[in-house]
């Protein structure tokens, strides 16, 4: 038998380690800019064209390489800031792997001009698909500009699904600003064709004032700031009253890396419990200042993973100097329980507003029979039966409930569906199931199957759902026209996402038009929308356009996926909320709407809308090995 196992070359491993290290436009960005950081770069500019697929240029005043590591440092597993596998648990740089270079060489082609402070001149480096196709001496200023071209051009399946324009600008955009916000101290900025910004080096505070000074202001954040022999945090969170329900900004930082830490997000979430809205949640900047001896980086290849030694420890660390921030500094309103007195504002005219008065009778109580017969009561006092005829105005018209049942189509009939749910004996002699509700959040009734446990809310945004989905679909969505239209500011990546779906928006009941600046303004929404919800709705949408999750290929949102995560968005947005108290008509009438659906079991997302306790579970719940 002939050998079979061979040894890949080095331009083939350096397409797989590409598909590890370089996902996007954006993960080229980040390597770069952290390889001029290492370089001691003050200044680092960069230059995008067509979103990264054509160009991705980045210029800095770092210190440079010489002929000999800038050739070296294209080449697989090079690199200058490790030496032996202990140096992984000292790292003090932001590279070590070698990987990023090569890699990005290995699917697209790289130029570079390099120049150190002993060389008078300096070097001109072309590489495409890992092979060197020159280099020369080149007249160059102090640092090294690197230019990436031609992203993903000899592998096609990887350039197909990147996605459009508008959506991989925003993933660039957002990646300059975690850079941007790590490297304060530096001199950035981005030219996007579209749009430049440039930020001065300045401190922590700063940066986030210049970053995002369309959307955040000074007077939302605290300051959190605490020094132990673990772990010094220090940065700025958002009072709770600016917490927000779409587009939260949370960034933890350690040792000047940008991290993903589930873990500690938990706990600055306990620290606003009782303290925000349900569904929202608020702003933090966290830097961690650990020993590097305590963290591992080496988990994941783009380095935003990482494993703490003493996380443990550093919780209470963590909650306790939130919730000191927010005890300290949160303007919440106190009583002076001590006073006795009042305080009367004056009037707008200066009079002097007088004690209210209430005139009532102490006799009369109406949960007694004979408080009707008593005789000196007076009959103001009184409640008065007050005759009524509304019946008569809808003598020979349907029900409400008839007409909505008659013109909505239903693969599943409601009857069939509530017979193999509910007990049918009950349903043949008209009795419907009783509601309870517990905890202001579960409506629980009962099925031939056994209790019943309904989430009211998931239920609603199930029911919502459906209905904005059909008249999406049949273009019998209505328009209203605002009387005084709805100004909202959008940033860079949410006017990107407009641009894309504006069409489909309208198509949904949303008309867009610019104002000034970063302003635009709704001047019609959905009539089915609440007013109050026109402006966060909107937001949620185009904030849906960018994510990463959704896998949309290198083409715009089709009208039927928008559509879909439209319906969804008002639905929950117009759902009943945990913690609203029901009547037991309005939990009938839910629950009713509930099971007349295809499939009332999950919500769009998945989640499970109702559960059933079965009778040997309940009685489970009783037996007891002592005989009582």
């Not at 980045?58 to 010489?66: A, E, K, L, R």
């Not at 495409?128 to 001496?137: C, F, L, R, T």
């Amino acid at each position: 038998m002939s050998d079979i196992i061979k040894l890949l070359p080095d331009s083939v491993a350096n397409q797989i380690a590409a598909g590890e290290v370089i996902q996007r436009p954006a993960s080229v960005i980040k390597e770069l800019v952290e390889n001029s950081v290492d370089a001691g770069a003050t200044e680092i500019s960069l230059t995008i064209l067509d979103a990264g697929k054509t160009l991705i240029q980045i210029v800095d005043n770092g210190t440079g390489m010489s002929e000999t590591d800038v050739r070296m440092a294209f080449e697989r597993h090079a690199t200058s800031k490790i030496r032996k596998a202990d140096d992984l648990f000292h790292l003090r740089s932001m590279g070590f792997r070698g990987e990023a270079l090569p890699s990005i060489c290995a699917i697209s082609e790289v130029e570079v001009r390099t120049r150190t402070d002993e060389n008078p001149l300096g070097t001109h480096l072309v590489i495409e698909a890992s092979k060197v196709k020159m280099q020369e001496a080149c007249a160059a200023e102090r640092g090294t500009v690197i230019s990436v071209k031609r992203l993903f051009f000899n592998v096609p399946a990887r350039r197909k699904f990147l996605k459009s324009d508008s959506v991989e600008l925003s993933n660039i955009m957002r990646e300059f600003e975690r850079l941007a916000l790590v490297n304060h101290n530096l001199r950035m900025s981005i030219d996007t064709g579209s749009k430049t910004i440039s930020l001065r080096p300045g401190t922590f505070r700063q940066r986030i004032e210049e970053i995002w000074k369309n959307s955040l202001k000074s007077e939302h954040l605290l300051p959190v700031n605490t020094d132990t022999r673990l772990v010094k945090i220090e940065g700025f969170i958002s009072r709770p009253e600016f917490a927000r329900r779409r587009n939260p900004l949370q960034y933890l930082i350690v040792n000047g890396r940008n991290m993903r830490h589930p873990y500690f997000h938990k706990a600055i979430m306990n620290c606003y419990d009782q303290l925000i809205a349900p569904g929202t949640q608020p702003c933090y900047f966290l830097m961690f200042t650990v020993d590097p001896d305590t963290i591992d980086v080496n988990i994941h290849p783009t380095k935003n993973e990482i494993k703490f030694e003493n996380e443990q420890e550093i919780w209470p660390i963590l909650t306790s100097a939130v919730k000191l921030s927010l005890g300290r500094f949160s303007a919440v309103p106190s009583i002076d329980f001590n006073s006795d007195t009042v305080e009367i504002q004056p009037l707008r005219g200066g009079e002097v507003p007088t004690e209210p008065r209430i005139s009532f009778n102490p006799d009369y109580n109406p949960f007694l029979e004979s408080a009707k017969e008593h005789k000196n009561i007076d009959s103001r006092y009184r409640p008065t039966k007050v005759e009524s005829n509304w019946q008569s105005l809808y003598e020979g018209l349907p029900s409400s409930r008839q007409s909505e049942g008659a013109s909505q189509e239903q693969s599943v009939p409601a009857d069939d569906l509530q017979s193999a749910i509910f007990d049918q004996n009950e349903i043949q002699a008209g009795i419907t199931p009783i509601c309870l509700q517990y905890s202001l959040k579960y409506i629980i009734t009962t099925s031939h199957d056994g209790l019943m446990i309904i989430d009211q809310h998931r239920a609603h945004v199930k029911i919502l759902y459906e209905d904005y989905l059909k008249r999406t679909g049949n273009s019998s969505i209505v328009s209203q026209t605002l009387m005084f239209p709805e100004t909202v500011s959008l940033d860079e990546s949410q006017q990107a996402a407009l641009a894309e779906v504006q069409d489909d928006l309208a198509g949904l009941g949303f008309n867009v038009e610019y104002s000034d600046g970063t302003d635009w303004q709704i001047m019609s929404a959905p009539a089915m929308l609440k007013p109050h919800d026109i402006r966060d709705v909107l937001l949620r949408i185009l904030d849906s356009v960018t994510e990463d999750s959704a896998n949309y290929g290198n083409e715009q949102l089709s009208s039927t996926t928008l559509r879909e995560k439209a319906a969804l968005i008002m639905a929950r947005s117009g759902a009943i909320r945990r913690g609203v108290r029901l009547t037991v008509k309005e939990m009938e009438d839910l629950t009713s709407r509930l099971f007349s659906l295809p499939d009332p079991m999950l919500t769009p997302n998945g989640n499970k809308v109702y559960t059933i306790l079965s009778e040997q579970q309940i009685g489970r719940l009783f037996d007891s090995a002592a005989i009582l």
